[in-house]
């Protein structure tokens, strides 16, 4: 979507850690969602922040900063399985039923 | 099993030749919603319907029409595919739709059109 921005690609090494980035611009904010995409699978939920700070869940953490506008998801600890495609989405206005999503970043878990 | 079902999978089609495709959950959610997904603009909203009989356009309506007659059943129809319809569709489901649900998305359909 036009109004979130991701990179598009990341390399890493297994048992490393990787931080995606997630920049937004919404008119009224209600919660920011990653979700993770195998390909040519559908995306699967990873998580969802509505206040400031990093919510763990595992080896995934999620962090939100509404301030900046700005989110990012750390992986931890990757195995080759974490190679896929993940998602920011942001609804773009207060309530509303409309999700858009990022572009997506593809990331390449190597041995 | 709570599913998103679509179908066909995969089609193959040509120009002009209608089609739908099937979207069915069995979680009793109210918001369902297509989108189709191209490399490099990610997933985009085609339509959305809050409950039977109400829909809505999303971000990429041209050339698609919806209906929501009853509430597990959300068919996309394509009036006259075009080459550029091309692409993975992707049927998602919620409880209501409103903000911080997660959607629960189907296997996706492959479509190509000649």
């Known amino acids: 979507g036009q109004n979130i921005d991701q990179p598009t690609e990341m390399t890493a090494t297994e048992g490393a850690i990787v931080q995606i980035n997630c920049t937004y611009q919404?008119?009224?904010?209600?919660?920011l969602f990653w979700y993770q995409q195998h390909a040519g699978e559908a995306p699967t939920f990873l998580s969802y922040n509505v206040l400031d700070g990093l919510e763990e869940k595992g080896r995934f953490s999620s962090f939100l900063s509404r301030s900046k506008g700005y989110s990012y998801l750390l992986l931890k600890e990757l195995q080759m399985k974490d190679s896929a495609s993940y998602l920011c989405?942001?609804?773009?206005?207060?309530?509303?039923?409309?999700?858009?999503f990022g572009a997506g970043t593809t990331v390449t878990v190597r041995a | 099993e709570a599913q998103v079902t679509q179908n066909p999978r995969y089609l193959i089609t040509v120009t002009g030749k209608k089609l739908t495709v099937t979207c069915s959950q069995n979680m009793n959610h109210e918001y369902m919603s297509w989108y189709r997904q191209d490399p490099g603009l990610g997933l985009r909203q085609i339509y959305y319907s809050m409950n039977v009989e109400v829909t809505d356009k999303g971000d990429v309506p041209e050339g698609y029409k919806v209906s929501r007659k009853e509430k597990r059943n959300f068919p996309l129809i394509l009036e006259s595919p075009s080459p550029n319809q091309t692409s993975l569709y992707f049927c998602?489901?919620?409880?209501?739709?409103?903000?911080?649900?997660?959607?629960?998305f189907g296997p996706g359909t492959r479509l190509l059109v000649l």
């Open positions: 998602a489901s919620s409880l209501s739709g409103t903000s911080g649900e997660t959607q629960y």
């Open positions: 989405a942001v609804p773009l206005r207060s309530n509303d039923y409309k999700l858009s």
């Open positions: 919404t008119s009224g904010f209600n919660g």
